[in-house]
């Protein structure tokens, strides 16, 4: 009698919890992209009263995380999960889950406005946050010592620039990690010897720096036409991930973040569209 009383509350907690979440679905995730998903949130929901949407940040690896551990239904990253990852997700899943890329960004390296430096190469940039260029006039500029700042090791704009940028590489013991792209840029707009790198969105009150792939290379800022083109060297897809295929609330969702509509607030945050 004892265990058909606590089956049938467990049952209705069970059923309580579920009513609770019907019609909600939550994002966690990349902070690059936490602005993003909150307009996409609030323009979706304009049209879809029904549906509450919630989005918060934390870094791509947090939100990773939450959709492995079941208290997300989908994550926003800014690079692509690991195989480890994968692994988790199959081992408690049965899924590897399902990658939706869902706009484009340019990883921009950040100086700030009174800076006379407009362009660095990859090397050049790998050189300050290693740590083996410590000072503007190395690299074309003032007599100044450099101030580097980045972003901690669960962000997902962290690992594409260690990736792509460091290549592998650590940072400099003296490189400041930040908990979030918006502290970066406020750090690199106070110190006028600061550098920094993120989503092209955030970069206001700051100068973003052309890149060159190589010495020869021509110098390239981050752009709608270069982000599409692949001529800017840190161009890279933003995602959604979920566990399953899409469906019911998740997948009305993505199909309208995916649309035209869904596709020109990006554009209008800051982000290029993926078509």
């Known amino acids: ?65 939450a959709l492995i551990g079941g208290t997300a239904d989908i994550c926003q990253s800014s690079r692509a999960m690991k195989a480890p990852e994968k692994a988790k997700l199959r081992d408690r ?17 950040y100086v700030n406005s009174a800076n006379p430096i407009n362009e660095l190469t990859i090397d050049q940039i790998k050189q300050i946050f290693t740590g083996k260029v ?11 010592k ?18 792509n940028v460091l290549g592998g590489a650590d940072l400099a013991a003296r490189a400041q990690t930040m908990p979030g792209t918006g502290v970066v840029v406020n750090a690199v707009t106070k110190e006028k010897n600061g550098i920094g790198y993120g989503g092209a969105a955030y970069a206001k009150g700051i100068k973003i720096v052309k890149i060159k792939k190589d010495a020869s290379a021509p110098a390239i800022a981050p752009s709608p036409e270069t982000v599409k083109a692949g001529t800017y060297a840190l161009a890279r897809p933003l995602f ?6 899409p469906a019911g609330d998740i997948k009305t969702f993505i199909d309208w973040v995916l649309s035209d509509e869904g596709q020109a607030i990006a554009s209008k945050v800051g982000y290029y569209p993926l078509k």
């Open 1 to 65: 009698m004892r265990f058909k009383t606590f089956f049938i509350s467990a049952f209705l907690l069970l059923a309580s919890a579920t009513a609770v979440r019907a019609g909600t679905v939550s994002v966690k995730g990349s902070d690059t992209m936490v602005i993003l998903g909150q307009r996409w949130a609030e323009e979706f929901m304009k049209k879809n009263p029904d549906t509450t949407i919630t989005v918060t940040g934390g870094g791509s690896g947090t939100g990773i995380a």
């Open 93 to 109: 899943y049965n899924t590897t889950g399902v990658e939706l890329p869902v706009a484009k960004d340019g990883l921009s390296i």
């Open 134 to 144: 410590t000072n503007w006039k190395d690299v074309g500029g003032p007599d100044a």
């Open 146 to 163: 450099i101030i580097p700042y980045s972003r901690e090791n669960s962000s997902g704009t962290y690992v594409f620039f260690k990736d």
């Open 240 to 245: 959604f991930y979920v566990r399953n295929k």
